[in-house]
């Protein structure tokens, strides 16, 4: 479900499922609004509510974070009839599904986003996890929602740079499927930073439309085609690590990964100067970076290596990319010269222009 107040169809449709037991699982920040709307919601229902809060950030998507909402389900106590609801952005979204999925090996699971990047990405597809020292998502697994609704309202109150992280996958889908999607942000990207009621509506319900699209068609990423929702991500994830999460918001860490691989692009002859270009121009205009924040320990290139062979998508021992060869065009690749790379990485995580 998306649109404006699409919270109050979903809690009617959670009550319509069965369930007498829910558990909100809800990032602190949005406690005592979307979260508060949704337990309101389901309590008039009589279902009984349980609400569990989660610290703000990147770092709550962790081992100790799971096991502490493990023990809390187990007091309650939860069994298989027991909903989960999570409410907030990606990383209540993916700690909730996670812990869901393996509660009692496995709890439906319902999905409230509150920001941008969720409502576009990562709410949609069931894939949840949570993070180690070592990456980014090594931990997780696939779990479908039972529901998702996207309501448009929750981005009004969203700080500013929440809202232009999440622009970091908007700009994405239009390079990986979608050229008129690309060429449309172009074109609105006035109404769309001023959050224009309208433009959101078209920008999300597009995105969530090309997203369900290729999970539905590659749900566990084994033909290669669910592997281009991760352009960007690659360089984007080992960057995460490498400044610790928390420090960039996902959606900035993306658009980093975006630039750095539209120069492999360019460098092994997939891309023109001209495409590297409006897409950084307008990654630019969203107000997201392209490089990597100064004082990265060194040494970042040999440290983001390491970090980027434990990537999902790698495959003995052999790193690889998605680079896009026409706007609304990707392929999957490890054909990249390891100095190419090198050189790329280093302009690029240590703020070389």
Not at 82 to 104: N, P
Not at 112 to 128: E, M, N, R, Y
Request: glycine content about 10%; overall charge negative; proline content about 5%.
């Amino acid at each position: 479900m998306v649109g404006p107040g699409a919270i109050q169809p979903l809690t009617t449709r959670i009550a319509a499922a069965g369930a007498r037991r829910m558990v909100v699982i809800a990032d602190v920040a949005v406690a005592a609004g979307p979260a508060a709307s949704v337990a309101a919601g389901l309590e008039a229902s009589g279902a009984a509510v349980t609400t569990l809060t989660v610290p703000s950030g990147e770092r709550s998507k962790s081992a100790a974070e799971t096991v502490r909402l493990w023990e809390a389900l187990a007091a309650l106590p939860a069994d298989r009839a027991t909903h989960v609801v999570a409410v907030g952005g990606g990383v209540v979204g993916d700690l909730a599904g996670f812990v869901a999925a393996t509660f009692v090996r496995g709890l439906p699971v319902w999905q409230v986003p509150t920001t941008l990047v969720a409502q576009v990405d990562s709410a949609i597809g069931g894939k949840t996890g949570i993070n180690l020292a070592a990456g980014k998502n090594l931990v997780g697994a696939f779990w479908q929602p039972v529901g998702v609704a996207c309501d448009s309202d929750t981005l009004a109150s969203l700080p500013d740079r929440e809202f232009r992280s999440g622009l970091a996958e908007v700009v994405k889908y239009g390079v990986i499927l979608d050229a008129p999607l690309f060429s449309w942000l172009e074109a609105h990207a006035a109404e769309v930073l001023t959050r224009d009621p309208a433009a959101l509506a078209h920008v999300v319900s597009r995105c969530v439309d090309i997203k369900a699209r290729v999970v539905e068609e590659d749900e566990h990423e084994r033909t290669g085609l669910r592997a281009v929702l991760n352009y960007g991500h690659t360089v984007g994830h080992a960057l995460e690590a490498l400044a610790g999460y928390g420090a960039l918001l996902h959606g900035e860490a993306v658009a980093i990964g975006m630039a750095a691989a539209a120069r492999l692009a360019a460098g092994t002859g997939r891309w023109t100067v001209d495409e590297v270009q409006r897409q950084n121009s307008l990654l630019a205009r969203f107000g997201l970076p392209l490089t990597a924040p100064p004082g990265l320990e060194e040494p970042v290139v040999e440290r983001a290596l390491a970090v980027m062979a434990r990537d999902k998508k790698s495959l003995h021992g052999r790193v690889r990319f998605i680079l896009p060869t026409a706007i609304g065009r990707v392929e999957l690749t490890d054909d990249v010269d390891s100095s190419l790379l090198e050189a790329v990485l280093r302009d690029v995580l240590l703020s070389v222009a």
